[in-house]
């Protein structure tokens, strides 16, 4: 939009989140609600001088403050009792706004935090030129028409996906509202009063959350590897897994020793992009003398989520050429799985032997690995 016209960007984020069983557009994703995520990349738009938040009337004092300071003019309206409704309020706002027959609106919604600034400018230049824009997809699936007589195959060709943001003639768009209609989307309205809308490519990644499946799948998931080896030495007791074993040795170290849960967590640090617990529980400070790797690892676990981080799933394998270790696997798992917060079916562990061979055949220590798959809180 380079001739000087004003644009605006409405949010809708009015809905009652029916589907999704809960408020959706106030949950977060990482630091920042679903509805902040959406409206983002509006504020730093070539094409954009305004910002209009639709929301619920309950939901007003808390959207103000959350779009307090933004680098835009950011007015935030209650919607009304249908989408048509809260959209047509926010039009009204918008030629208050602006004052001017030329200006260009983007309708976006709230439920889609994965827009593009590019796709905000490249639809709302074309809106510019041809009085619409739409931005749609191709439809992957396979698809079938229902009917009363029954169903038939729909050609893929022949069908796209709508997204938003859907940009428009602001003076075009009050008349289609003004013919007192309502729909899903401002492409229908649009297209009653003045034919076919323009379409343009949208974005793949440009998704809506509709259900809160929808947000999980988009989460960001790590992996880390873990790795410890302890002495055995006569008059330690044998501590793995959170569990004292009956054993004529144990394991040797600064805190309890536990090769198995120190692995863990490592795993999880790594993961995490945390430095290693020789940096966390440094191996020179008298505090960690004897200490407890369980509670270790609840230390471990804070430390996660307040970077942003939790476990999702903890696998590890001790080493280990005596004692036999399976009669006390499923405690081991039990206490791991308390301290990270996870279900028992979150946490498996196994043991094995070296068949003699090396420093831990020769029962002269104890090793353990471990591998955790761990994820962004949303």
Same mark, same amino acid.
């Given at each position: ?42 504020? *730093? ?12 009337? !309950? ?20 919607? $009304?009792?249908?989408?048509?409704? *809260?959209?047509?309020? &926010? ?7 602006? $004052?001017? &027959? ?19 400018? @490249? ?11 739409? #931005?749609?997809? #191709? *439809? ?16 893929? !060709? ?12 602001? =003076? %075009? ?34 998704? @809506? ?18 790795? !410890?080896?302890?002495?055995?030495? @006569?008059?330690? #007791? ?48 008298? %505090? ?6 369980? *509670?270790?690892?609840? &230390? ?21 050429? @005596?004692? =036999? ?13 308390? &301290?990270?917060?996870?279900? #028992? ?10 068949? $003699?061979?090396?420093?831990? $055949? ?17």
């Amino acid at each position: 939009m380079t001739d000087g016209r004003k644009g605006i960007a409405i949010i809708v984020a009015a809905g009652q989140s029916v589907r999704a069983g809960v408020d959706k557009l106030w949950l977060r994703m990482g630091e920042k609600h679903i509805v902040e995520l959406a409206a983002e990349p509006f504020f *730093s738009a070539s094409t954009i001088s305004d910002v209009i938040i639709v929301v619920r009337k !309950d939901k007003l004092d808390h959207a103000r403050a959350v779009f307090a300071s933004r680098p835009l003019p950011c007015t935030v309206i209650a919607g $009304g009792e249908s989408r048509t409704e *809260s959209v047509r309020l &926010a039009l009204e706002e918008a030629n208050r706004i602006t $004052g001017s &027959a030329d200006a260009v609106v983007a309708i976006h919604d709230g439920a889609r935090p994965y827009l593009t600034r590019s796709l905000i400018e @490249k639809t709302m230049d074309l809106a510019a030129i041809t009085g619409s824009a739409v #931005p749609v997809t #191709p *439809s992957v699936d396979s698809l079938r028409l229902v009917t009363e007589k029954g169903n038939e195959p729909l050609a893929r !060709d022949a069908v796209v996906r709508v997204q938003t943001p859907q940009c428009f003639s602001l =003076k %075009k768009l009050l008349a289609a509202y003004d013919l007192g209609e309502s729909a899903t989307d401002d492409a229908t309205l649009y297209e009653k009063a003045f034919g076919t809308v323009t379409l343009t490519e949208g974005e793949p990644q440009n998704e @809506k959350i509709t259900y809160l499946s929808d947000i999980y799948k988009n989460e960001m998931s790590r992996v880390g590897v873990g790795y !410890d080896v302890h002495e055995l030495v @006569k008059g330690r #007791p044998l501590t793995l897994g959170g569990v004292t074993i009956p054993h004529d040795k144990g394991l040797i170290g600064h805190s309890d020793a536990d090769a198995l849960v120190h692995a863990i967590m490592d795993a999880l640090l790594t993961a995490a992009g945390l430095p290693d617990i020789g940096h966390m529980f440094p191996s020179d400070d008298p %505090k960690f003398e004897d200490a407890n790797s369980i *509670s270790m690892l609840r &230390a471990v676990i804070a430390t996660m989520r307040f970077r942003g981080f939790v476990p999702d799933n903890i696998s590890a394998t001790v080493i280990a050429e @005596k004692p =036999k270790l399976a009669p006390y696997l499923t405690e081991m798992e039990q206490n791991v799985a308390k &301290a990270a917060k996870l279900t #028992p079916d979150k946490v498996k562990f196994a043991a094995t032997t070296t068949e $003699g061979l090396g420093v831990v $055949g020769e029962e002269k220590g104890i090793a353990a690995y471990a591998v955790a798959l761990i994820r962004a809180i949303n």
